[in-house]
């Protein structure tokens, strides 16, 4: 098993930036992967970004050149370094953790993008 818990969410006006924040405790040997997957309103669960063990990213093609994520595998913790926001990146966004056969998710922090 593996657990997550997300931090750094809230709320921040047009053109700021926030940086997300997952940890991950049990078994972490097992995590093939780790990501960032949002959620809005009416509007089903999508790719952010993913990043492997050995640092390889992966962003969802609308994003790319305003989010950046990282891994400190010591920890080990993903992050998301969201720039430039938009309002239609208000989402709750959610940590998840891939082993070779399950698929881990955290509670999820809502992210609001508001003058």
């Known amino acids: 098993q593996v657990q997550l818990v997300e931090s750094g969410g809230g709320l921040v006006q047009p053109g700021g930036s926030l940086r997300l924040s997952c940890a991950a405790s049990g078994s972490i040997f097992s995590i093939n992967a780790m990501g960032w997957y949002r959620q809005a309103p009416g509007k089903p669960r999508e790719l952010v970004a993913t990043i492997t063990t050995d640092g390889s990213p992966n962003y969802a093609d609308s994003l790319k050149g305003r989010f950046t994520i990282s891994t400190d595998n010591a920890k080990p913790t993903v992050y998301l370094q969201m720039n430039s926001l938009k309002p239609e990146d208000t989402a709750v966004y959610y940590c998840?953790?891939?082993?070779?056969?399950?698929?881990?998710w955290g509670q999820g922090t809502q992210v609001t993008v508001s003058s």
């Open positions: 998840n953790a891939d082993t070779v056969t399950d698929h881990y």
